[in-house]
């Protein structure tokens, strides 16, 4: 078990280019979430994927914001044209699946975003 | 109002001290209870995660939930310096797709 997997650990970007990250789940952790957290705040819920499926979004979640995980394995989150305001730790979060029960969520170490 | 309000901070104890994180909330849907450890620079670490109401102890740490008071508490006896860190409760209803709703989160930090 080498737990919930992220890359890149920190990214620095100018306003307005696009940006991707990756997460890599626990493996056979069907169910997996991002989640944005801001300095001196707890995080907040962006989206979820059960398998490839994407089952709920949050608001915060712009239209320039895209999220993927085309073979229910590794998910992308892409920012498109980056705001200052999208400067933020990006978590991304597994459970495992099955049934109706809820399951903890194991979270990764997170995308460091900076916008200059 | 928010749906999860946590005790603000920071807070400074020395080694040894019983250390008590509370957190409320307004939601009564939420039967599920975390406590998740968060280390600078780090992602949140899973520390306790209890249903409804009731104590769970493990090692040196024990989770309180009253459901009746919408309050959760967590516990930490002979604290260590290596406990210095960032506590976050989180909450969420029952059900398998259900998104957590997390407090500001509380720094602790434990004089030696």
């Known amino acids: 078990d080498t737990g919930v997997s992220q890359d890149p650990r920190h990214k620095i970007t100018k306003r307005g280019q696009n940006v991707t990250f990756r997460c890599d789940p626990i493996s056979e952790h069907n169910r997996l979430y991002w989640y944005r957290q801001t300095l001196g705040q707890g995080p907040e819920f962006l989206t979820y994927f059960q398998n490839e499926a994407q089952l709920e979004k949050s608001r915060l979640l712009s239209d320039r914001f895209s999220a993927e995980r085309p073979k229910g394995s590794f998910s992308t989150l892409e920012i498109q044209r980056t705001e200052q305001g999208d400067s933020a730790m990006y978590l991304c979060a597994s459970s495992p699946g099955g049934g109706t029960v809820n399951q903890p969520q194991h979270f990764g170490d997170g995308t460091r975003l900076s916008i200059l | 109002q928010k749906e999860v309000e946590q005790d603000p901070g920071p807070l400074s104890v020395p080694e040894g001290a019983i250390v008590s994180l509370n957190c409320t909330y307004s939601n009564s849907a939420f039967q599920y209870f975390m406590w998740y450890r968060q280390y600078s620079r780090k992602g949140p670490e899973l520390l306790m995660y209890t249903y409804s109401s009731g104590n769970k102890e493990d090692g040196r740490f024990t989770a309180q939930v009253d459901k009746s008071s919408k309050y959760i508490s967590l516990f930490i006896r002979d604290s260590q310096p290596s406990d210095s860190a960032t506590y976050l409760c989180?909450?969420?209803?029952?059900?398998?797709?259900?998104?957590?709703?997390f407090g500001k989160g509380i720094t602790l930090s434990v004089r030696p």
């Open positions: 989180a909450m969420q209803p029952p059900g398998a797709n259900s998104k957590l709703t």
